[in-house]
């Protein structure tokens, strides 16, 4: 292995793990958005919008994510709509995990106790005002950990923008791997790579976000 090839695999590395991390990111930001939003119209009193709904998520759950893909940035172009890879990355990755993620919404939100409704009702409380100050409240404790598994899928995912002309984690780890003739060395990179940004940055988050919204909710156990 000579310098130059592993000088340039070093390289490869860091900028296909930064694009992991940013694309990530993004799509996250995106998923958690459009999923929450989703979830909330799935439980809507009116009949158009949990259609809507269900017809999103049926079709993000229903259909593959590379094809996705494809069609954002290979197809939309035939009808006059050019995305940069960038935004079809960010954006397409982002609006398939939100079809799974509304589902864990709309579970979470249903799962409330019943009693909660009740209380809200015999308190006069318009639908949106109880949606947003009972309700929602207490299901975003119960769709947390959930959340957390699906994110660290879309973290896993992003291998997929390779096929959008975008170099990430893995298609470095490939590109480093050809350039030096070390296989294992690099896939192994690639390997403990999305674990270590699972481990280090999406569990911790969500395990933060568990505890602050579980305050005043869950009691100590006395011995």
Wanted: hydrophobic fraction near 55%; charge should be positive.
């Amino acid at each position: 292995m000579n310098e130059f090839a592993l000088g340039f695999s070093v390289a490869a590395l860091v900028k296909g793990a930064a694009v992991t991390l940013l694309v990530t990111t993004g799509a996250s930001i995106v998923a958690i958005v459009l999923g929450l939003v989703v979830g909330l119209v799935r439980v809507s009193t009116l009949a158009p919008l949990r259609w809507l709904a269900v017809a999103y998520i049926e079709f993000f759950r229903g259909t593959s994510m590379l094809v996705q893909l494809y069609w954002w940035f290979f197809v939309l172009p035939i009808f006059g709509l050019s995305l940069s890879p960038w935004t079809v990355a960010i954006v397409g990755v982002g609006m398939n995990v939100s079809g799974y993620g509304a589902e864990l919404v709309r579970a979470a939100i249903q799962s409330v106790d019943r009693g909660q409704y009740e209380a809200s009702t015999a308190l006069n409380f318009p639908r949106l005002t109880m949606m947003r100050r009972i309700i929602v409240p207490q299901a975003i404790r119960g769709m947390l950990p959930p959340w957390g598994n699906l994110l660290i899928e879309l973290l896993k995912g992003t291998s997929l923008i390779f096929f959008i002309t975008i170099t990430e984690l893995t298609t470095a780890s490939k590109l480093a791997a050809d350039a030096t003739g070390n296989y294992l060395l690099f896939f192994a990179v690639a390997l403990f790579g999305y674990y270590l940004i699972a481990r280090a940055i999406i569990t911790p988050l969500v395990r933060w976000l568990e505890r602050r919204f579980s305050r005043g909710f869950i009691r100590e156990v006395v011995a």
